[in-house]
């Protein structure tokens, strides 16, 4: 595993709040319900028509576009710090993986595939993760 933690020397590093995972889906409503039972809840909101948002961690948030022209291409990773426990939790929702592996050392996980073909998989980190605060002070 290679360590990119030192800064570029074309000047200093950016301090980002927060990341949104955005996947295309074909349509909107089959994709709402099939991520709100994946989630188990509904969206936190729909700010426009044909978006759906679900925070899913304090700077963290799951996004769907209906964009049916590129429906299926997206993935994205979900961390859980129990993946058993995640899987029964999903299967218990009708959810089972289409695949479940590990990279030794590194990561668990278990891929799942959503109406639209875009893959969301269930990861669970085999080594210590740095957890960075919401916000650093500007440098």
Avoid: C, K
């Amino acid at each position: 595993m290679t360590n990119r933690s030192e800064p570029s020397a074309a000047g200093g590093a950016l301090t980002f709040l927060s990341v949104l995972a955005a996947l295309p889906v074909s349509e909107g409503v089959e994709s709402i319900d099939w991520y709100s039972r994946f989630l188990d809840r509904s969206p936190d909101m729909e700010p426009v028509e044909g978006v759906a948002e679900w925070v899913l961690a304090q700077g963290a948030t799951l996004q769907l576009v209906t964009r049916p022209e590129s429906a299926g291409t997206g993935f994205t990773r979900l961390e859980v710090a129990d993946l058993d426990q995640a899987i029964e939790a999903l299967e218990r929702r009708g959810f089972h993986p289409a695949n479940v592996g590990q990279i030794d050392g590194i990561v668990r996980y278990a891929d799942y595939v959503d109406p639209s073909g875009n893959e969301l998989s269930v990861v669970q980190a085999l080594f210590e993760v740095t957890r960075f605060p919401a916000s650093a002070p500007a440098g």
